[in-house]
């Protein structure tokens, strides 16, 4: 397994705009592709957004596409979420991951993960 930090939460106005870092180490980075999920209270935990090993291939929920963007610098270890036009209902605790997917649709599932990292806290203010 690789261990995952996450890093750059906090609160925001809506409409605002976060950046999500998340530090990889103890495995070859590059071998893993990677996704955030988040989990608002009393809530099940969701898809957020992937990207492929190569970075070449991205996939979003439905509910952030065009407002959120994620990449990796595979160089640097690091996975990003950049998270723009920020609405009271993006809050929740966002979870960087990792793992190996051989089939698209499974992105978007957490089971197929093995890595988690902590959590960061993402609160956005109405």
């Known amino acids: 397994q690789v261990q995952l930090v996450e890093s750059g939460g906090g609160l925001v106005q809506a409409g605002g705009s976060l950046r999500l870092s998340c530090a990889a180490s103890?495995?070859?980075?590059?071998?893993?592709?990677m996704g955030w999920f988040r989990q608002a209270p009393g809530k099940e935990r969701e898809f957020v957004a992937a990207?492929?090993?190569?970075?070449?291939?991205?996939y979003y929920a439905d509910s952030v596409k065009g407002r959120f963007t994620i990449s990796r610098d595979n160089a640097k270890n690091t996975e990003y979420l950049q998270m723009n036009s920020l609405k009271p209902e993006d809050t929740a605790v966002y979870y960087c991951?990792?793992?190996?997917?051989?089939?698209?649709?499974?992105?978007?599932?957490?089971?197929?993960?093995?890595?988690w990292g902590q959590g960061t806290q993402v609160t956005v203010s109405s």
């Open positions: 991951t990792a793992g190996r997917i051989y089939y698209y649709m499974d992105y978007r599932n957490d089971k197929k993960y093995d890595s």
């Open positions: 103890g495995r070859t980075f590059s071998d893993y592709d």
């Open positions: 990207i492929s090993r190569s970075g070449r291939n991205t």
